[in-house]
């Protein structure tokens, strides 16, 4: 296991959910954090949250991840403070599931517009830094439903699907330099995610829902262990779903 004592972390939708606990455990472990998101107030609670338990500096970028200018002066930011980038957790993502019947068009424009261009603004900015560097890795966060496409989520999985696509390609074209590729793709975690849906059908759909989702740390740990590896390792691919999600 390598340290990540003096690196440098930017986690987009880092405001809520999964990005919260991984930038809870990226610093744990040592590294600088930069914290990405719309509500930059909730960004600076965790800001000060962090700074106050462990030993590392966390940066408040607001961020709306659709704004190619934004995401390129998150990384712009990133490099004034801590002159590199070794890790980008793409992580900003909506789930507005609803029926295609439905025709919910403004959500699946919002939901390819924050899902897969945030992501591909994400490398935009990131990768040629990490290109220069010769070294980083980037975390790309899918779902599940980027391997399986269930009833209301063909849009959602359409981008998450897309999300796999993106990660599946960087790794083939990045394989001979210095940058590492990890896509991850949880299952069912509780967080805010569900509370933006708006289609009556999908959210009757929810209300008989009895798994036991995931935590948020739960997704953390595996992000760790993916940014911990001995540098020549690449871990590819993560999924991880509750044991009684089927
Ligand atoms: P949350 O709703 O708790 O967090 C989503 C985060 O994305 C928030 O921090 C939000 O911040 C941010 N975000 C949304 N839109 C934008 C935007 N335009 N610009 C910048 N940030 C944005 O959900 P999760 O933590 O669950 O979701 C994190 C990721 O995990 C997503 O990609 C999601 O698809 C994926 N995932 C989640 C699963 C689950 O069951 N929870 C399962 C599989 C995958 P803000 O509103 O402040 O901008």
Do not use: C
């Given at each position: ?142 779902s599940v439903a980027?391997h399986e ?36 793709s949880p299952g069912a975690v ?21 798994m036991q989702p995931l935590?948020?740390?739960d997704i953390?740990?595996a ?15 993560i999924i991880v779903r509750p044991l009684h999600q089927a």
């Open positions: 296991m390598t340290t990540l004592q003096n690196q440098a972390a930017v986690i987009t939708g880092a405001s809520s959910g999964i990005g919260k606990a991984i930038a809870h455990s990226l610093a744990e472990q040592g590294a600088h954090v930069v914290l990405a998101a719309r509500r930059a107030e909730r960004l600076q609670e965790l800001a000060d949250e962090i700074t106050s338990q462990y030993h590392v500096e966390a940066k408040v970028v607001e961020t709306d991840v659709t704004k190619r200018e934004d995401v390129e002066n998150l990384v712009k930011e990133t490099k004034d403070a801590f002159g590199r980038l070794d890790i980008f957790i793409n992580n900003a993502g909506v789930m507005l599931l609803s029926f295609l019947k439905n025709d919910h068009v403004d959500e699946w424009e919002q939901m390819v517009d924050v899902n897969i261009k945030g992501v591909l603004y994400g490398i935009h900015a990131g990768l040629p830094v990490m290109l220069e560097q010769d070294s980083g890795h980037i975390i790309n966060v899918s980027g496409v269930f009833p209301s989520s063909t849009v959602y999985s359409a981008t998450k699907y897309a999300v796999k696509a993106l990660s599946m390609g960087m790794e083939k074209e990045l394989a001979k330099t210095g940058v590492r590729v990890t896509n991850i509780e967080t805010e995610l569900t509370d933006h849906i708006t289609d009556g059908e999908v959210l009757d759909m929810f209300k008989d829902r009895s935590e948020a740390a953390a740990n992000v760790s262990y993916a940014v911990t590896q001995p540098k020549s390792v690449n871990v590819n691919e």
